[in-house]
């Protein structure tokens, strides 16, 4: 049975959640890694579903960075598992994410992944590119500096080609061409595991997000948590440098 939904008077467009604390989870319990990833997976799975049907138009989740490849080999391994078993998951999910209006998408840089993972993703993008009613981003083999990066070579490439020039570029023309182009700027950045930096996440897009730091690992993060996260946002008074 599905848990009733919390009301809200405000909820953010976007959220991005970094999901951080798996191998602690592990390690409290006397486990491998592996264990906690394997638990923290089955988390992202009940949050996105939960922020979709209370009506978050956007949410994004920091699942690889371009940093986690200096993890040992057997833990990346597991995370990638993990991740085409999601990928199997959405796409047996299909019509239920039909109803629902869910897009799903991925973030980040794809060469370093296999061939086999990016036709999956490229399948299941083009799927639901035209559901409107909840974005699901999936950041993996994603950092933010590598995100500008790729938006400064995009520009440059624009310019070259005399699409631009250097003197009239805005700060529109870099978020368009980042990965999150045509996602708005996330509202609400969730980070659990008692960690307090962004480790690099949406570096550009979260200059002016509100954000929420809790102890609790990602494997034992759930809707009471999000709704927490939601009550406290509601507080907030977002002044984007006003009075």
């Known amino acids: 049975m599905e848990r009733e939904l919390t009301r809200f008077e405000t909820l953010p467009t976007h959220i991005g959640f970094i999901m951080d604390g798996n191998g602690r989870w ?4 006397g486990l491998a890694r ?3 990833h394997v638990e923290g997976a089955k988390t992202f799975k009940r949050i996105a579903d939960y922020g979709s049907r209370l009506g978050i138009r956007y949410m994004t989740f920091y699942a690889f960075s371009t940093e986690n490849w200096k993890r040992p080999a057997q833990e990346v391994d597991k995370i990638m598992s993990l991740f085409a078993e999601y990928l199997d998951w959405i796409l047996h999910k299909r019509q239920e994410n039909e109803l629902r209006g869910v897009r799903v998408r991925f973030l980040g840089d794809r060469s370093k992944l296999s061939q086999e993972l990016i036709d999956v993703m490229d399948y299941v993008e083009a799927e639901t590119r035209d559901k409107d009613k909840c974005t699901i981003s999936i950041a993996i083999n994603y950092g933010g500096r590598d995100d500008v990066l790729h938006g400064v070579r995009q520009l ?3 310019v070259e080609a005399g699409i631009l020039s250097a003197d009239d570029i805005t700060e529109n023309d870099i978020s368009k061409r980042l990965y999150t182009g045509d996602m708005p700027d996330p509202d609400l950045i969730v980070r659990p595991s008692g960690e307090y930096r962004l480790s690099n996440f949406l570096t550009w897009q979260s200059a002016y997000s509100e954000l929420w730091f809790s ?4 494997p034992d993060f759930d809707e009471d948590m999000l709704d927490a996260c939601l009550r406290d946002y509601e507080k907030r008074q977002r002044r984007f440098g006003g009075v």
């Open 156 to 158: 440059l490439r624009d």
């Open 215 to 218: 102890d609790v690992l990602w």
């Open 34 to 36: 592996s264990a906690g």
């Open 26 to 29: 592990a390690k409290q319990r």
